[in-house]
Nanobody, 116 residues
Framework: QVQLVESGGGLVQAGGSLRLSCAAS????????MAWFRQAPGKERESVAA????????DYADSVKGRFTISRDNAKNTVYLQMNSLKPEDTAVYYC?????????WGQGTQVTVSS
């Protein structure tokens, strides 16, 4: 059974930065393209950043391009999301998972709240 544990969220002022981490256990992590998703209240879950299995390429949603950076450390079974220049509209619960369906069991996520 795969377990995904997200951490690093918090309350930050607009313009600030946070670094999220996602640790995966129970499965070979390095074979999978991974992604960060977020879900704001009343909205559907959306993908914001994705990275291929080796870390050699990444894609970003237009809304975060130039501000967020996804990375991974396969030796640590961990994927990261560096978030800079945060905006109030980035407020959401952030999750990591494999990039495409079928997704692994979702973790609890980590709350990011950006105040204006």
């Amino acid at each position: 059974q795969v377990q995904l544990v997200e951490s690093g969220g918090g309350l930050v002022q607009a313009g600030g930065s946070l670094r999220l981490s996602c640790a995966a256990s129970g499965r070979t992590f390095s074979s999978w393209d991974m992604a960060w998703f977020r879900q704001a209240p009343g909205k559907e879950r959306e993908s914001v950043a994705a990275i291929n299995w080796s870390g050699g390429s990444a894609d970003y949603a237009d809304s975060v391009k130039g501000r967020f950076t996804i990375s991974r450390d396969n030796a640590k079974n961990t994927v990261y999301l560096q978030m800079n220049s945060l905006k109030p509209e980035d407020t959401a619960v952030y999750y990591c998972n494999v990039r495409t369906r079928p997704h692994w069991t979702w973790g609890q996520g980590t709350q990011v709240t950006v105040s204006s």
